[in-house]
């Protein structure tokens, strides 16, 4: 799930912090979830979140969950737009030591 948050500049630390609390607290103790990364854009806009769910299944129990409900609508408060889409990884290329 790649999700974009536009935000105006004063509020995108306060949601990536959000996002990060939501994420230590709640999300990474649901059954399915991976990983998640939090990205801010440097002209302080966007936030991004990049979270990975083994299923499609896990990723629809999650929003059926009240805390994670709750973080959600908390960051929603805070967002100016919210694009989120569903994504099946194609590809992972990872940096190789100096040989």
Do not use: C
């Amino acid at each position: 799930m790649i999700n974009v948050f536009t935000v105006a500049p004063e509020n995108q630390q306060h949601l990536a912090d959000l996002l990060i609390t939501a994420t230590q607290t709640v999300m990474n103790r649901l059954p399915g979830f991976i990983s998640a990364n939090i990205h801010k854009s440097l002209d302080q806009t966007h936030v991004v979140n990049y979270a990975q769910w083994r299923t499609q299944r896990d990723f629809e129990a999650m929003l059926q969950d009240v805390e994670a409900g709750a973080h959600m609508r908390e960051a929603a408060a805070l967002a100016l737009s919210i694009e989120p889409r569903l994504y099946e990884v194609a590809f992972v290329d990872t940096a190789r030591p100096p040989q």
